[in-house]
């Protein structure tokens, strides 16, 4: 089973905070195009621009109930790289 999406980025958002540690760090909220629709996916990869894709997978994690499925950004592709495989 495929669990593996690409997605076009058409927005980013990034919020700066501070972890209990007191280390600095950027949360980025990327929208992407899903069938015409907006969606938001978060991630701390930081090289995301509006235009770019995005190479979502779908697995699980352990959470104190059980396994839940989770939503991941995997990588960020430039536009030029899409581009240029689909010539």
Not at 57 to 85: D, H, M, P, Q, W
């Amino acid at each position: 089973m495929e669990n593996e999406m690409i997605l076009k980025i058409i927005g980013v958002q990034v919020y700066n905070g501070l972890s209990r540690s007191g280390e600095p760090y950027s949360l980025y909220t990327l929208d992407v195009d899903h069938g015409g629709e907006k969606c938001k996916i978060k991630t701390f990869l930081d090289n995301a621009r509006p235009g770019d894709f995005t190479q979502i997978v779908i697995g699980t994690r352990k959470n104190i109930y059980g396994a839940e499925f989770a939503v991941l950004v995997e990588r960020i592709i430039l536009a030029g790289e899409i581009e240029n495989n689909w010539k």
